[in-house]
């Protein structure tokens, strides 16, 4: 598995200029060949492993939310891998990332607007987005204090906060391509 170029020695390099310092986006963070191994894992998964939901399907790995906690649940060795690996960006604090959502939009559509913050089913303030297959444009607002801005999301891209703000992504929308 490559390792993001300079990521580790060099995050700063990706703060996301337009929104608070702890937003990074890091551009081919995983290889073509990656995103295709990746994409072979998601759908080699037992079919119990897909909940069907309004507009998409969800894979859940590392454990399932509850309101005391999460009640975790040990990683494949292919997601454990891609774990360490943002893991290694340093936005985790030294801790690995330990669970994991797949969802699976239809062409054309996407993420639907909602607000990640804290809360009994949040496992912490680090939230990351891996997109593969096809790119995206967001509006995130971060707070009130920062203006919305657009920035579009090349696939085979991490972008992610390490910040105890909510991430208010009420304007996220989504395009193919």
């Excluded at 913050?117 to 096809?134: D, F």
Aim: glycine residues 10%; charged residues 20%.
């Amino acid at each position: 598995m490559q390792r993001p170029p300079a990521v580790v020695e060099d995050l700063q390099r990706f703060v996301v200029s337009e929104a608070p310092q702890t937003v990074y986006y890091v551009p081919d963070f995983i290889s073509p060949e990656e995103e295709s191994y990746l994409l072979q894992q998601v759908y080699r998964a037992p079919r119990t492993k897909w909940t069907q939901l309004s507009g998409r399907r969800l894979q859940n790995w590392g454990g399932v939310p509850h309101p005391r906690g999460m009640l975790g649940e040990e990683l494949p060795a292919w997601l454990q891998n891609y774990c360490e690996k943002i893991s290694s960006l340093g936005a985790f604090g030294g801790k690995t990332a330990n669970h994991v959502l797949v969802n699976e939009y239809k062409q054309g559509e996407g993420i639907m607007p909602h607000q990640d913050g804290p809360g009994p089913l949040r496992s912490g303030p680090v939230r990351g987005i891996m997109q593969m297959r096809s790119g995206s444009s967001a509006r995130p607002r971060w707070n009130q204090a920062v203006p919305t801005q657009s920035k579009h999301l090349r696939r085979k891209k991490y972008f992610g906060t390490r910040s105890a703000a909510a991430w208010d992504q009420t304007g996220h929308e989504r395009k193919a391509g």
